[in-house]
């Protein structure tokens, strides 16, 4: 795809999420970087020394540094007001149905993420791609039913970042401005995800969107087994469109199976952004949540993954959605964050420690 046309891609995708496309003007050669959106998002929990969770905080007493410049903060009001747009993507690839029994308590679990407060709820399923078993709904009912369809779908892939990257553009079609969260529960690695890690990196940096992690190890013979016998690069995967229907409490069917075209890896990236992309690749699930400022849990019994669960839903309810318009000039690059909360120096605080602004284009492309 031409330079023109991947620009022109990027700014309708913009577009549909609400947000405006500013981009560097080109530059010779083959690549460029591309920045994607004029605000940075910081999900950041504050606890005391002892642990509990400090509430009440204004904008000013807020210190977030951009590359070692303060910047001027927004915070959002309280989180539970705005409601919640949640997409729970579950494997069902590879070693995942071994895992099933110890989710039978996670439609309950769902309810009490979402509380009381206004919410929708999607729920996907992946193994080679992401499938559909049911759209947002309001209903609990509704995702009962919809988990109720999960059932094994292969035993070779698990392509969670793939599923990710399909979830953050379903919520990046929703009308509501709720908050917006994906629970992912899988295995701890990536097996055959044909996304661009370059511009699954670039989303994460300026989402709103925040990631929860419950994983689990991969049963033994299947990490003997990949090491015996390793999956290739799989081709390019193209995405089915995500549901774009109002909110409805129907779940509708799964969506068309994918296609595939061919793709040359791009190995020439900035140091920085293959240090991110590699711990994707070494552990996709806690990346993803350390990304997008969430929490990453593994669970290895029922109890563990409910505790997990609890203690995500914690975190849901109880932080603060920091903002902020990056500083001026390139925009494109890593960014190195630090927040810290005026007066009170022991202030144990949890949020993204860096993003990656913009997306690097180029004739190939790097997964």
Same mark, same amino acid.
């Given at each position: 795809?031409?330079?023109?046309?991947?620009?022109?891609?990027?700014?309708?995708?913009?577009?549909?999420?609400?947000? +405006?496309?500013?981009?560097?003007? +080109?530059?010779?050669?083959?690549?460029?970087?591309?920045?994607?959106?004029?605000?940075?998002?910081?999900?950041?929990?504050?606890?005391?020394?002892?642990?509990?969770?400090?509430?009440?905080? =204004? +904008?000013?007493?807020?210190?977030?540094?951009?590359?070692?410049?303060?910047?001027?903060?927004?915070?959002?009001?309280?989180?539970?007001?705005?409601?919640?747009?949640?997409?729970?993507?579950?494997?069902?690839?590879?070693?995942?149905?071994?895992?099933?029994?110890?989710?039978?308590?996670?439609?309950?679990?769902?309810?009490?993420?979402?509380?009381?407060?206004?919410?929708?709820?999607?729920?996907?399923?992946?193994?080679?791609?992401?499938?559909?078993? &049911?759209?947002?709904?309001?209903?609990?009912?509704?995702?009962? !039913?919809?988990?109720?369809? !999960?059932?094994?779908?292969?035993?070779?892939?698990?392509?969670?970042?793939?599923?990710?990257?399909?979830?953050?553009?379903?919520?990046?079609?929703?009308?509501?401005?709720?908050?917006?969260?994906?629970?992912?529960?899988?295995?701890?690695?990536?097996? &055959?995800?044909?996304?661009?890690?370059?511009?699954?990196?670039?989303? !994460?940096?300026?989402?709103?969107?925040?990631?929860?992690?419950?994983?689990?190890?991969?049963?033994?013979?299947?990490?003997?087994?990949?090491?015996?016998?390793?999956?290739?690069?799989?081709?390019?995967?193209?995405?089915?469109?995500? +549901?774009?229907?109002?909110?409805?409490?129907?779940?509708?069917?799964?969506?068309?199976?994918?296609?595939? =075209?061919?793709?040359?890896?791009?190995?020439?990236?900035?140091?920085?952004?293959?240090?991110?992309?590699?711990?994707?690749?070494?552990?996709?699930?806690?990346?993803?949540?350390?990304?997008?400022?969430?929490?990453?849990?593994?669970?290895?019994?029922?109890?563990?993954?409910?505790?997990? !669960?609890?203690?995500?839903?914690?975190?849901?309810?109880?932080?603060?959605?920091?903002?902020?318009?990056?500083?001026?000039?390139?925009?494109?690059?890593?960014?190195?964050?630090?927040?810290?909360?005026?007066?009170?120096?022991?202030?144990?605080?949890?949020?993204?420690?860096?993003?990656?602004?913009?997306?690097?284009?180029?004739?190939?492309?790097?997964?």
């Amino acid at each position: 795809m031409g330079d023109g046309r991947v620009s022109a891609a990027i700014a309708a995708a913009l577009m549909m999420a609400g947000l +405006p496309a500013t981009a560097q003007e +080109p530059s010779p050669g083959p690549s460029k970087f591309t920045a994607r959106a004029n605000l940075v998002f910081l999900p950041t929990r504050v606890q005391s020394k002892k642990g509990d969770t400090v509430y009440g905080l =204004k +904008p000013e007493d807020f210190i977030v540094e951009d590359n070692g410049v303060r910047q001027s903060v927004r915070v959002d009001e309280d989180p539970d007001v705005s409601g919640l747009s949640l997409v729970v993507v579950v494997q069902c690839g590879r070693s995942a149905p071994a895992e099933f029994s110890k989710l039978k308590g996670l439609p309950t679990m769902i309810d009490k993420i979402t509380g009381a407060a206004p919410h929708e709820v999607a729920i996907i399923s992946y193994g080679e791609g992401p499938y559909v078993l &049911g759209d947002f709904s309001r209903s609990s009912a509704a995702v009962r !039913l919809a988990l109720s369809r !999960l059932k094994p779908c292969g035993e070779y892939y698990a392509a969670s970042i793939d599923a990710v990257y399909y979830a953050m553009n379903m919520l990046k079609r929703r009308q509501s401005h709720y908050r917006r969260a994906i629970l992912l529960i899988g295995e701890t690695r990536d097996h &055959g995800s044909r996304s661009k890690l370059n511009e699954v990196v670039g989303e !994460l940096g300026v989402t709103d969107t925040t990631i929860y992690t419950v994983a689990f190890a991969a049963a033994k013979d299947e990490v003997i087994e990949d090491l015996r016998h390793p999956i290739g690069p799989p081709p390019e995967y193209v995405f089915p469109t995500p +549901p774009s229907t109002p909110d409805a409490d129907a779940s509708p069917p799964a969506p068309p199976g994918p296609t595939f =075209k061919e793709h040359t890896p791009l190995f020439e990236l900035p140091p920085q952004l293959m240090l991110v992309i590699n711990a994707l690749r070494q552990n996709s699930a806690s990346e993803l949540a350390s990304l997008s400022g969430g929490e990453y849990q593994k669970f290895t019994t029922q109890r563990g993954f409910e505790q997990g !669960l609890q203690r995500i839903s914690d975190q849901l309810h109880n932080y603060y959605l920091l903002s902020f318009v990056p500083p001026p000039g390139p925009a494109w690059g890593f960014h190195e964050l630090r927040v810290r909360v005026a007066d009170r120096p022991d202030a144990v605080i949890q949020t993204r420690r860096s993003y990656w602004a913009g997306i690097f284009e180029s004739s190939t492309n790097l997964r």
